[in-house]
């Protein structure tokens, strides 16, 4: 408190002073300009040449004749078929195992791994359509060797 006064009341007298004294220095000249400057105001004037936001942005389009989507182009002829893998195209028993080497040496895991190995480059789901069938009979076909070596090994 200062001189009777509580801290509310002498905040108030503070600013009331500094109200005055800011009052006293804006009648003289003043180099500051109150309000927004005339810098940032988009300017008013109606010219017939002055073009507007959409305007500019068309005026750098292509021409729509230059724009055709790919979907109604007529093609001149249809695309030919991917040719298919060489290793789709063997299909026998004997050219698999042959693939899969599965010896007498093969354990459980070494099993599991050529499966692997196998159904990477086989799988049905990572071939084009037109030859999931072949990879379709060949991850049959491997399957069933590796499952029946995998038996093997409990019957040694």
């Known amino acids: 408190m200062l001189f009777g006064q509580s801290v509310f009341q002498s905040v108030l007298t503070r600013l009331k002073e500094e109200r005055v004294e800011d009052e006293e220095e804006e009648t003289g000249a003043s180099f500051r300009i109150k309000g927004l400057g005339l810098g940032f105001v988009a300017p008013t004037d109606d010219k017939p040449n002055a073009a507007?936001?959409?305007e500019a942005y068309f005026a750098f389009l292509p021409d729509l004749a230059e724009i055709v989507p790919a979907a109604l182009v007529e093609p001149d002829e249809p695309p030919l078929p991917p040719p298919i893998p060489l290793h789709l195209?063997?299909?026998?028993?004997?050219?698999?195992?042959?693939?899969?080497a599965i010896g007498p040496k093969d354990t459980e895991e070494t099993l599991g791994e050529k499966r692997r190995h196998f159904a990477k480059a086989n799988h049905p789901d990572g071939v084009a359509p037109?030859?999931?069938?072949?990879?379709?009979?060949?991850?049959?076909?491997?399957?069933?060797?590796i499952d029946?070596?995998?038996?093997d090994l409990f019957w040694r």
Do not use: Q, V, Y
């Open 148 to 151: 029946t070596a995998i038996k």
């Open 89 to 100: 195209t063997r299909l026998t028993l004997e050219e698999i195992a042959a693939e899969l």
């Open 130 to 145: 037109e030859f999931r069938e072949n990879a379709n009979i060949r991850m049959k076909t491997a399957n069933l060797l």
């Open 52 to 54: 507007t936001a959409t």
